[in-house]
């Protein structure tokens, strides 16, 4: 548990997942890993910052020195992945938004970009990930036509965890974790009905009814994507709606 009264959940871990103070959130399959960090942490109050002063710190402070670009790993990879030139539309939003845009459609959102690479501490990533959902909304995709080559400096600009864990300010954090087995039972689960891409899976019991675990409780619709759900526990069903499934042990 934690060892603080303030802390702030990064879900899924400090790159690539996302920040949450509501401790009501449950885990899913997806989730990846889960980190707390004392309220006051760099990492939580940089993170706290909404998508427009994000934004307008990268309008006035961005000086497109590149760097964000020149350590990103799909760029060295030989991708067309450019988040400087992504940055340039906050900069110049008046005209050319969407075609700075394309320089972000290959991002995988690793993150390093912001939280590494940047010296201006600013949000090339966030610029990126929020550049790819105006190119879906404009039903645009960036199609590269070079072709795919790794960078000369590939090899040379890989980035030690060491000084990433510096960058972050979690080196004080770092301790060996083994996994620990027997927990045992939680006593009650809430489980999400849609924890994949594709059609939400839609309950197929009902309150007050038993099951045991592995049992089948949401089934995606006959002839669409998606993946049922199954119990992780024995149980009653407590509570059912479209989102979830309640079952108290
Ligand atoms: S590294 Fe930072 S300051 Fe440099 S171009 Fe990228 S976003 Fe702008
Ligand atoms: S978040 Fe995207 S742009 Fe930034 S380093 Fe990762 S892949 Fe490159």
Request: with cysteine; proline share 6%.
């Amino acid at each position: 548990g934690a060892t603080v009264r303030e802390f702030a959940v990064f879900v899924s871990g400090l790159m690539m997942g996302r920040l949450t103070r509501d401790l009501d959130e449950v885990v899913t399959k997806t989730t990846a890993g889960i980190i707390l960090l004392p309220a006051e942490h760099y990492l939580v109050t940089r993170g706290s910052r909404d998508q427009a002063s994000q934004d307008r710190i990268g309008k006035s402070a961005c000086d497109q020195c590149s760097y964000c670009t020149e350590l990103c790993p799909r760029y060295l990879m030989g991708y067309e992945v450019m988040p400087h030139k992504v940055m340039r539309s906050l900069v110049f939003s008046a005209s050319g938004a969407e075609n700075w845009n394309e320089w972000a459609d290959l991002c995988c959102a690793c993150g390093l970009c912001t939280l590494y690479a940047c010296p201006e501490d600013l949000y090339p990533r966030e610029a990126c990930v929020g550049a790819k959902v105006d190119l879906r909304s404009a039903g645009r995709k960036h199609q590269q036509e070079k072709p795919v080559r790794p960078h000369p400096m590939k090899e040379y600009r890989r980035v030690p965890l060491s000084q990433l864990r510096h960058r972050l300010k979690v080196e004080e954090y770092e301790r060996e974790a083994p996994y620990e087995a027997g927990f045992g039972q939680p006593a009650r689960v809430k489980i999400l009905l849609s924890q994949h891409v594709g059609a939400p899976a839609q309950a197929v019991v009902r309150p007050g009814q038993s099951v045991k675990a592995q049992d089948l409780v949401g089934q995606v619709p006959a002839g669409q994507l998606g993946a049922d759900i199954h119990a992780s526990i024995d149980g009653k069903v407590e509570r059912v709606t479209p989102e979830y499934v309640v079952i108290g042990g």
